[in-house]
Structure formats: C-alpha cells, structure tokens
Nanobody
C-alpha cells in the first residue's frame, strides 16, 4: 500500500520561502502532483511531475518549482515569493497505474498547512 507523507509547511511572511516534501513509501509513482485547498474553496492542482517533465500552473509560475529525488522517493515543492493567497493546506497526490492525477483512484497525503501572513 502506497503512503504519502508531507512535511515542511508553516507560517511565513509575505515574500518568504518554504520547501514542502512528500515522502513516498510502499511503492513507486511515476506521476505525482501537489494540490492545495483554502477554506471555502475547492482543492486545486498546483504542480505535477511525470517522469522527467514538470509543470506548474500559471498562478504560481515563476515562484513555485516541483522536483523529486527518485532515489530517495521524495517529491518537493519549492515556494518563493509567497503571497497571502498561497495560504492553504497543501496535499501530495499520486495516481494508481492507469488512472489520472487527483482521481478517486489515487493516493493522498494528510496535508501540510502553509500560512502566509505578516
């Protein structure tokens, strides 16, 4: 059974940086992504990585970078120039083989809170 565990969230001032980590155990996931959810909003995709290709959504482009260490089975989300609107719970996700990112047939971590506030 694949398990995903996030860490690295916290309280940071606007303009600050954080690096989130997602450790994978119990298997290997070729495609993985980061989602976030703010209070009262739907969970949204932030970035994903498939093989050696990575993509970030427009709202965080130039500020967030997704990467992973395949040997250590850890995925990262480096966040710089953080804004108050980046405040959310960030989730790590990976689909089962043959299914899509974020689908019902995917694995989720428990989430890590990121709060951007002065």
């Amino acid at each position: 059974q694949v398990q995903l565990v996030e860490s690295g969230g916290g309280l940071v001032q606007p303009g600050g940086s954080l690096r989130l980590s997602c450790v994978v155990s119990g298997g290997t996931l070729r495609t993985m992504g980061w989602y976030r959810q703010s209070p009262g909003k739907q969970r949204e995709l932030v970035a994903f990585i498939q093989g050696d290709d990575s993509t970030v959504v427009n709202s965080v482009k130039g500020r967030f970078t997704i990467s992973r260490d395949n040997a250590k089975k850890i995925m990262y989300l480096q966040m710089v120039s953080l804004k108050t609107e980046d405040t959310a719970v960030y989730y790590c996700n990976g689909p089962r083989d043959g299914y899509g990112l974020g689908s019902a047939n995917s694995y989720w971590g428990q989430g890590t809170q990121v709060t951007v506030s002065s």
